[in-house]
């Protein structure tokens, strides 16, 4: 758990007895209403954690996703009109409807991992911050008022962009989906953690210097909509992760651009949630 003023580690064995998960992904899956309580109310009644912060390193909440990462592309205002200027395509001229794209991620990287920038495929690599929302639920065609009954929790999330490669295949698989190239943590905060639908900003820094710093109440397509929206014919479940849009401040969105490289130390931070931070090698 992490507040303003604690942090520290339980172990869930501590909290429910006799109950085990082999992972996050078992324990969105399976954890119960009554067994989440239970854990809140351990914790609020000031049970001592079971670990500080400092003895523990922290990996990724979710480092094996169940699928490829669900992104919304260009949805906020301020960066739809930095990625047209960027690239030069009348595609954003007027965006409509959301825009979808998966990212491959067999592992996910976590904070304060080191991440290779893989400068010899393409030298213009860029940070994206996130909010990242968690499946908890599985279902399909499900309507704005029942999305968040659907959602676990949130994370903040680094999409990491090779632009040229992006270019170059015409479409952004590829440049999104270099190893490592998923970044989220440092941990996931329960849905019932914030009043919904949540706004909350989404701050980027590089080495110290605030690049991006946006909210999410200035969404295009706001998180009901994108679960309405994305779920119509397709079937969401727990565990999913759906990354929302990043506001402008991308290193292409500056003139002259503003890439990363080799040493730089990326900071993306949503502070309900907290800091995640990456180191580009």
Avoid at 123 to 148: F, M, Q, T
Avoid at 264 to 269: R, S
């Amino acid at each position: 758990f992490m507040d303003k003023k604690e942090q520290g580690v339980y172990l869930i064995n501590d909290l429910l007895i006799n109950k085990e998960f082999k992972d996050m992904n078992d324990f969105i899956n399976r954890v119960s209403k009554k067994e989440l309580d239970k854990i809140e109310d351990k914790i609020l009644e000031g049970d001592d954690a079971s670990l500080e912060l400092e003895q523990v390193k922290l990996l990724s909440p979710i480092p094996k996703p169940l699928h490829d990462i669900i992104c919304l592309g260009v949805n906020y205002e301020d960066h739809l009109k930095e990625s047209k200027a960027a690239m030069g395509s009348s595609d954003f001229d007027k965006v409509q409807k959301p825009v979808y794209f998966s990212k491959r991620a067999i592992e996910i990287a976590g904070s304060g991992q080191k991440v290779k920038g893989f400068f010899n495929l393409d030298k213009y690599v860029d940070y994206e911050v996130e909010l990242a929302i968690i499946i908890g639920k599985k279902g399909r065609n499900i309507k704005k008022k029942d999305a968040e009954e659907y959602i676990f929790g949130y994370s903040v999330f680094n999409d990491l962009s090779s632009r040229k490669l992006q270019k170059d295949h015409t479409q952004w698989y590829k440049g999104k989906s270099l190893d490592l190239y998923s970044i989220m943590g440092p941990s996931i905060l329960h849905k019932r953690a914030l009043p919904f639908p949540i706004a909350v900003d989404v701050v980027s820094r590089v080495n110290g210097e605030i690049r991006q710093n946006g909210n999410t109440n200035m969404l295009i397509h706001d998180i009901p909509s994108i679960i309405e929206d994305f779920s119509k014919g397709i079937t969401i479940e727990p565990g999913d992760i759906i990354i929302t849009g990043t506001p402008a401040g991308v290193g292409m969105g500056f003139d002259p651009p503003r890439y990363l490289k080799a040493g730089d130390i990326v900071e993306c931070e949503i502070k309900e949630i907290g800091t995640l931070v990456s180191i580009i090698e």
